[in-house]
């Protein structure tokens, strides 16, 4: 993971931390205890030095600020493992890699679905992948060059076979699946 990379995973752990810890007050309106189920509507506000530019992960080469609002919006298959080294699963329920190290799978975890109730399948996962890498702008384009094949084999498998072994795959590719769920 580059410095940048951390740097800036660094500032939105913080802001989001920050933004966690404003926002209760001991004036709000109601004490009473909630169910602890999502509720619709409302507003979520963010607060930034600067403004996004491009609110597409697809085509912008833009300010850190998008990169925020990606990392507020978007799940990805792994995140990173807060309490340490390593990775953990968030859209994918779990992963194998191959022995030769050319072959990632992914299960797609049940139950996850879209802001609007579709479930959430393997090929979502495949178009958005693919979507992020097709612009010659793309902030993924240079991932082109290392994967062999990306494939949709049922509803809750993806896989990615690579050209060659790359070490760096789930800090590269997977975080940034950009796939919106509820």
């Given amino acids: 993971m580059t410095a940048r990379r951390r740097v800036a995973m660094c500032l939105v752990t913080g802001i989001l931390l920050f933004v966690g810890a404003c926002s209760g007050s001991a004036s709000s309106p109601s004490s009473a205890p909630t169910s602890g189920k999502p509720e619709n509507g409302g507003n979520l506000t963010f607060e930034f030095f600067t403004a996004p530019l491009d609110l597409d992960p697809s085509t912008s080469q833009d300010n850190d600020t998008s990169m925020q609002m990606w990392l507020a919006w978007f799940q990805t298959l792994v995140q990173l493992n807060p309490k340490?080294?390593?990775?953990?699963p968030e859209l994918s329920d779990h992963w194998t890699v191959s022995s030769n190290q050319l072959v990632y799978t992914f299960h797609i975890r049940p139950g996850v679905t879209f802001s609007?109730?579709?479930s959430l399948t393997s090929s979502d996962v495949l178009y958005s992948?693919?979507?992020n890498e097709k612009p010659s702008i793309?902030?993924?384009n240079f991932l082109v060059a290392k994967t062999a094949s990306m494939s949709a084999p049922n509803s809750s498998t993806f896989v990615i076979k690579l050209k060659r072994p790359w070490?760096?795959?789930l800090a590269d590719r997977p975080v940034r699946a950009d796939v919106k769920c509820a």
């Fill in 84 to 88: 340490g080294p390593g990775y953990l």
């Fill in 167 to 169: 070490p760096s795959l």
């Fill in 129 to 131: 992948i693919t979507r």
């Fill in 116 to 118: 609007n109730g579709k």
């Fill in 138 to 140: 793309a902030l993924l």
